[in-house]
């Protein structure tokens, strides 16, 4: 099974400053990468698959970028939505699917 | 518009069984491989099952294989998740994906099951 490792665990920043999130596996997934994005009391929403790839209606102010066991999801300037619970989710190698342990973006 | 509505979930006690079902619409429900994924009270999100577009391919997490049951019925647009010998780690909220573009494109709210004597 693929292991998924996200940090920082917690990241306090303010809005309009820049997030830079990593997520790294313990082997390569190509680029079978996604990233969520969670609310509390809702359910998660796909930001970025396939490593680099905007979802549908997603602002260009997500971005994502890495290949084999490093990647990054990056949030250019943060505006109060942003502020959220963020994962990494791969599909390369399956079953199973696995998801990393999430990171914390809170307000600083 | 894509929508998923999970619905089912309950308080049931430990060694119970429960099915778990999700409405799909908006889309071409039988062009679609489905999922079920959990999330315990206040932790991350775990892969539980999916199951093939056609049902004729079906994947389960280690943690669940042998007691659930996934399922789908193209006809009625929904999916299906049979629950059987239920432990309280199973506690949790259920959601129903949409697999699309090697990801989740689309989730539905989630029906909380609880396992609790």
């Known amino acids: 099974e693929i292991v998924l490792t996200q940090s920082p665990a917690t990241l306090s920043l303010s809005p309009g400053e820049r997030a830079t999130l990593s997520c790294r596996a313990s082997?390569?997934?190509?680029?079978?990468l996604a990233w969520y994005q969670q609310k509390p009391g809702q359910a998660p929403r796909l930001l970025i698959y396939?490593?680099?790839n905007r979802a549908t209606g997603i602002p260009a102010r997500f971005s994502g970028s890495g290949s084999g066991t490093d990647f990054t999801l990056t949030i250019s300037s943060l505006e109060p939505e942003d502020f959220a619970v963020y994962y990494c989710?791969?599909?390369?190698?399956?079953?199973?699917?696995?998801f990393g342990q999430g990171t914390k973006l809170e307000i600083k | 518009e894509v929508q998923l509505v999970e619905s089912g979930g309950v308080v049931v006690q430990p060694g119970g069984s429960l099915r778990l079902s999700c409405a799909a619409s908006?889309?071409?429900?039988?062009?679609?491989?489905m999922h079920w994924v959990r999330q315990a009270p206040g932790k991350g999100l775990e892969w539980v099952s999916l199951?093939?577009?056609?049902?004729?391919?079906?994947y389960y997490a280690d943690s669940v294989k042998g007691r659930f049951t996934i399922s789908r019925d193209n006809s009625k647009n929904s999916l299906y998740l049979q629950m059987n010998s239920l432990r309280t780690e199973d506690t949790a909220l259920y959601y129903c994906?949409?697999?699309?573009?090697?990801?989740?494109?689309?989730w539905g709210q989630g029906t909380l099951v609880t396992v609790s004597s």
């Open positions: 989710q791969q599909r390369s190698n399956w079953p199973p699917w696995t």
């Open positions: 994906a949409k697999e699309g573009g090697n990801a989740f494109d689309y």
């Open positions: 908006g889309f071409t429900f039988d062009d679609y491989t």
């Open positions: 199951i093939s577009w056609d049902g004729g391919s079906t």
């Open positions: 082997q390569s997934v190509s680029s079978y």
């Open positions: 396939d490593a680099s």
